[in-house]
């Protein structure tokens, strides 16, 4: 009797734990340990990355806008071959500024440069006289040009480098004449004159910061020839020709260039 009696009490024991285990429930997945090993340690690894400032990011782009401020001198020539007389080849020195507006991509050893350019240029005027034609003065005035220019830049230290490049376009200027001729004749006319226009040239470049560099560069411009008007006036009547004019200069500029000119200055 003892013998069953110890048989009934193992057999209730178990039958207890097993009703507390089914109440214990659903036994815990270990395997989210894992999962959540492998995020910290993906945490880790990113922590150990350089941090780079957008800022900084944004300087080292391959491509940046910018605005240019121009002013210069002007050293220029104004060529009538059809005149008999010394203004035929008038040289003068005018005063020139302007601005351009392009973007610069980032190239080995330096940038190349791709701008829309505008211009304007002081009024020239030769005045002269001569026994044929008596006293005439040209005038070439409300001088312009616009111009797509391509500039190529070479560093040569960290803030100094050179460039060279040249550009097309179109530009004008109004050719008039003014004077008396033999016999009180009246010289007269006045022509607005718009054609092709081209200019080359170099210069060198000093970076003040990141985002300023100063621009002292050289051009040839020169304007293709065009016809313009003259009236002579005699007591019998008015005599119209058209006179064959050239204008071309040599030019020395200053320009200070700001990249990202838009954005917030640190």
Same mark, same amino acid.
């Given at each position: 009797m003892r013998h069953i009696a110890t048989c009934v009490a193992l057999a209730t024991g178990l039958l207890a734990a097993t &009703?507390?285990?089914?109440?214990?429930?659903?036994?815990?997945?270990?395997? $989210?340990?894992?999962?959540?090993?492998? *995020?910290? @340690? *993906?945490? *880790?690894e990113a922590s150990d990355l350089p941090i780079v400032p957008v800022a900084d990011a944004f300087e080292t782009s391959s491509r940046r806008f910018y605005l240019t401020g121009i002013v210069g001198a002007s050293f220029a020539t104004l060529v009538q071959p059809d005149l008999p007389a010394a203004p035929?080849?008038?040289?003068?020195?005018?005063?020139?500024? +302007?601005?351009?507006? +392009?973007?610069a991509f980032d190239r080995p050893s330096g940038w190349l440069r791709v701008e829309f350019e505008g211009r304007g240029r002081d009024r020239m005027q030769i005045s002269d006289f001569d026994a044929a034609v008596g006293t005439l003065t040209l005038n070439?005035?409300?001088?312009? $040009?616009?111009?797509?220019?391509?500039?190529?830049?070479?560093?040569?230290?960290?803030?100094? +480098?050179? =460039?060279a490049g040249a550009g097309i376009g179109a530009g004008g200027y109004r050719c008039s004449f003014d004077g008396t001729g033999p016999g009180g004749a009246t010289v007269s006319g006045s022509t607005g004159i718009t054609s092709f226009a081209w200019q080359g040239g170099g210069g060198v470049v000093y970076a003040l910061t990141d985002r300023v560099t100063l621009d002292l560069g050289y051009r040839f411009f020169a304007l293709n020839p065009d016809n313009a008007q003259i009236y002579v006036t005699t007591?019998? +009547?008015? &005599?119209?020709?058209?006179?064959? @004019?050239?204008?071309?200069?040599?030019?020395?500029?200053?320009?200070?260039?700001? =990249?990202?000119?838009?954005?917030n200055w640190r």
């Open positions: &009703v507390l285990a089914d109440e214990v429930g659903t036994p815990i997945d270990l395997s $989210s340990f894992n999962a959540m090993q492998a *995020a910290s @340690t *993906a945490a *880790a035929a080849i008038g040289n003068q020195t005018l005063f020139t500024a +302007g601005g351009a507006a +392009g973007v070439a005035s409300d001088g312009w $040009s616009t111009m797509a220019n391509v500039w190529r830049d070479f560093s040569v230290t960290e803030r100094f +480098g050179l =460039y007591d019998t +009547g008015t &005599v119209t020709d058209t006179l064959n @004019t050239a204008f071309s200069a040599s030019e020395l500029l200053l320009s200070i260039r700001i =990249y990202e000119p838009f954005r």
